[in-house]
């Protein structure tokens, strides 16, 4: 049976269910936007919690508004039929000019957001790393230190970072959402995007511009050091390859050596020169594989190595027909290179 009762139990029951899937929303996770953790990404979230408290008067306003009225002048049992307003000039300029000045308030920290966040940037001793968006993976060159990586990118705490943002083929978007906003890559252009950033941490991005088969897949780190945890990363990167002093590790530098990787990939120090894959010169020192598709562990490496379009489908890392002894050999090679 229906009652009022019921009904005002099933209306409760509906809100509190509304409440708790709510508070699955508040999570810290890794591509936040929501806990800022550099300058630039802080302009933003001011920006954003401006327009969501205007968003949420206009709401409270509104909202309150109908409730009024629908209480207030609902139809009872006997009421004549209400004369009706047509062509009311003060209320027709009221709700026009009201969405204006609404919009005039947000447009007016919004413009002011964008100007600052779209200049060079301030500092004339930021720190400018090259940033280039290749199918589906990403190069970062340090022109200042002479280092090449990929997918993973250092930067010291508390010192501006000027990127240079380009693409090596189809349109791309770098995003680490706790560091700085979202910029395009566009072939034939390049696009600068600068942040300081103020906690040391990983920091987790992603392309946020399909870019092809993989674009879900394409995605990077940001790691901030203390400035001297930095330095000794600069340093360790700037150097060549290291000869791998284990037996396994020297004959997985064999299998390197004799198979296609030469080709696509480069290890400074030896004779791999390739340029179209990732730059392995310290892959062992990368906390991931296959632009954050899996966590670099040896298992995982071997996993790569035997299936990489299982792991990550439409790569173009082509498929080495390779025996378990020479993954492992492999294996223990790359994890040498730090």
Same mark, same amino acid.
């Given at each position: 049976?229906?009652?009022? +009762?019921?009904?005002?139990?099933?209306?409760?029951?509906?809100?509190? +269910? $509304?409440? +708790?899937?709510?508070?699955?929303?508040?999570?810290?996770? !890794?591509?936040?936007?929501?806990?800022?953790?550099?300058?630039?990404?802080?302009?933003? @979230?001011?920006? *954003?919690?401006?327009?969501?408290?205007?968003?949420?008067?206009?709401?409270?306003?509104?909202?309150?508004?109908?409730?009024?009225?629908?209480?207030?002048?609902?139809?009872?049992?006997? @009421?004549?039929?209400?004369?009706?307003?047509?062509?009311?000039?003060?209320?027709?300029?009221?709700?026009?000019?009201?969405?204006?000045?609404?919009?005039?308030?947000? &447009?007016?920290?919004?413009?002011?957001?964008?100007?600052?966040?779209?200049?060079?940037?301030?500092?004339? %001793?930021?720190?400018? /790393? %090259?940033?280039?968006?290749?199918?589906?993976?990403?190069?970062?060159?340090?022109?200042?230190?002479?280092?090449?990586? &990929?997918?993973?990118?250092?930067?010291?705490?508390?010192?501006?970072?000027?990127?240079?943002?380009?693409?090596?083929?189809? =349109?791309?978007?770098?995003?680490?959402?706790?560091?700085?906003?979202?910029? @395009?890559?566009?072939?034939?252009?390049?696009?600068?995007?600068?942040?300081?950033?103020?906690?040391?941490?990983?920091?987790?991005?992603?392309?946020?511009? *399909?870019? $092809?088969?993989?674009?879900?897949?394409?995605? =990077?780190?940001?790691?901030?050091?203390?400035?001297?945890?930095?330095?000794?990363?600069?340093?360790?990167?700037?150097?060549?390859?290291?000869?791998?002093?284990?037996?396994?590790?020297?004959? $997985?530098?064999?299998? *390197? =050596?004799?198979?296609?990787?030469?080709?696509?990939?480069?290890?400074?120090?030896?004779?791999?020169?390739?340029?179209?894959?990732? @730059?392995?010169?310290? *892959?062992?020192?990368?906390?991931?594989?296959?632009?954050?598709?899996?966590?670099?562990?040896?298992?995982?490496?071997?996993?790569?190595?035997?299936?990489?379009?299982? /792991?990550? !489908?439409?790569? +173009?890392?082509?498929?080495?027909?390779?025996?378990?002894?020479? /993954?492992?050999?492999?294996?223990?090679?790359?994890?040498?290179?730090?």
């Amino acid at each position: 049976m229906d009652t009022p +009762l019921r009904r005002r139990a099933i209306a409760a029951l509906v809100l509190l +269910l $509304g409440v +708790l899937i709510s508070q699955g929303c508040g999570g810290e996770y !890794p591509q936040s936007a929501l806990h800022p953790s550099s300058d630039s990404a802080e302009i933003l @979230d001011r920006l *954003f919690d401006q327009i969501f408290w205007w968003a949420v008067g206009v709401f409270v306003v509104v909202a309150g508004m109908l409730i009024y009225v629908f209480v207030r002048f609902r139809e009872r049992p006997g @009421d004549a039929r209400p004369k009706q307003v047509h062509g009311h000039l003060l209320l027709e300029v009221g709700w026009t000019l009201a969405p204006a000045l609404i919009l005039v308030a947000i &447009a007016i920290p919004t413009i002011r957001a964008i100007f600052i966040i779209d200049r060079s940037t301030p500092d004339p %001793e930021a720190l400018v /790393v %090259e940033v280039i968006g290749k199918q589906w993976w990403w190069e970062f060159r340090y022109p200042e230190l002479g280092i090449v990586t &990929a997918n993973e990118a250092h930067v010291p705490l508390g010192r501006t970072v000027d990127l240079r943002l380009r693409s090596a083929d189809v =349109m791309h978007s770098f995003w680490i959402p706790r560091l700085a906003g979202k910029r @395009d890559l566009v072939p034939g252009i390049e696009n600068q995007l600068w942040f300081r950033p103020d906690s040391v941490g990983v920091f987790h991005g992603q392309c946020a511009e *399909f870019c $092809g088969t993989a674009h879900a897949l394409m995605g =990077m780190r940001v790691i901030v050091d203390e400035p001297d945890d930095f330095e000794r990363w600069a340093r360790a990167n700037a150097a060549p390859a290291l000869t791998p002093g284990d037996a396994e590790a020297r004959a $997985g530098q064999g299998v *390197f =050596m004799a198979n296609a990787c030469v080709s696509c990939h480069a290890v400074r120090g030896t004779q791999a020169m390739g340029q179209f894959g990732p @730059d392995l010169t310290h *892959f062992g020192s990368r906390l991931t594989i296959a632009s954050g598709v899996l966590e670099n562990t040896p298992a995982d490496l071997a996993r790569w190595l035997d299936s990489t379009q299982h /792991v990550k !489908p439409g790569n +173009l890392m082509p498929e080495v027909e390779l025996s378990d002894a020479q /993954v492992r050999q492999l294996v223990a090679y790359l994890g040498s290179l730090r």
